[in-house]
């Protein structure tokens, strides 16, 4: 964490993992400025931080110019996009192509040009999806990926892609202080309950007590990392001495197979469900699984909280979730 107190922007400030980052940025002294245009992100995610003196809520779409009473800054933390895949969901990037394409390219640039304006330093939140279904495993940094340029997540893999451009070539043209992580799966508390996503339909259908819904034979598998060490491990990149110019792998190496993923929801909520199987969607990653020694290496990072124990912090969260959602769903 840097050691003085500064003032900073989060886009995607009221988004799941962006509300989380602000509260850690805030705990740490700063001032911080969400802008969020609520395409993915939620109010309610930031409703308690109202009070707070040292933070502003903006609303704000970043692939225009910011609004002017944003002071200068000197950090940026991009985060704003839609990030679920789930094309039930009207705020998955499949249902905001177009939007999700823009906020990550035209966006990207904007605020790179923001940074260099106000000599700030950027870091730019990349994704896993670089890596698309990946030949090679886990996945180091240097992988190139295997991304379908035209599949339906194309909007989010290659625009994420072309965004870690931008933050290289402005590095390397200017000199500009831009960072990269790539954020594997992450859960916790303020996942929007309706986004789709693997975890959210688990909890939410055990907590229903309805089946669970496992895509094509489920022995595709992905890594699951708990909020709280996702956001030490971005605030671990912003900071780190040697990070400029520099791509870093943010998650957690306990692979599972989505059937195991499911048997430990319910185990974590008390349930003996049934599965449902559902067709496998276009381009789902076969497998995934972070390698983080570079992580490791120069940041001092590891995740340190396992999927029992973020799921036993999660079900709570989503239980309540539950219940204010209930009446709406009841109504007519
Ligand atoms: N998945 C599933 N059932 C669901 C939702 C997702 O089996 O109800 C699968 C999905 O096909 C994928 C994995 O779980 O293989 C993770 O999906 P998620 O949408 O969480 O994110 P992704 O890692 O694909 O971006």
Redesign the pocket.
Known sequence: MVGRDVRILVTGGAGFIGSHLCDALLAAGHEVWAADNFASGRAANVAHLGGQPRFRLIEADVTRPLPPELPPVERIYHLASPA???AQSPRSYLQLPLATADVNTIGTRLLLERAREDGARLLFASTS?VYGDPAIHPQPEDYRGNVSPTGPRAVYDEAKRFGETLVAAYWREFGLDGRIVRLF?TYGERMDPED????V??AMQALRGEP?????D?T?T?SFCYVGDTVRGIVAAMEAPDGAGEVFNLGNPDERT?ADFAATVQRACGTALPTRY?P??TD??TR?CPDISKARRLLDWAPRVGLEEGLRRTIPYFRAELARLTPAHAAP
């Open positions: 679920s895949p789930n999806e799966n789709g996503r693997v975890i339909n688990f669970l819904t496992i895509y094509g489920g595709q992905r989505i559902e496998l969607p789902d990653p995934r």
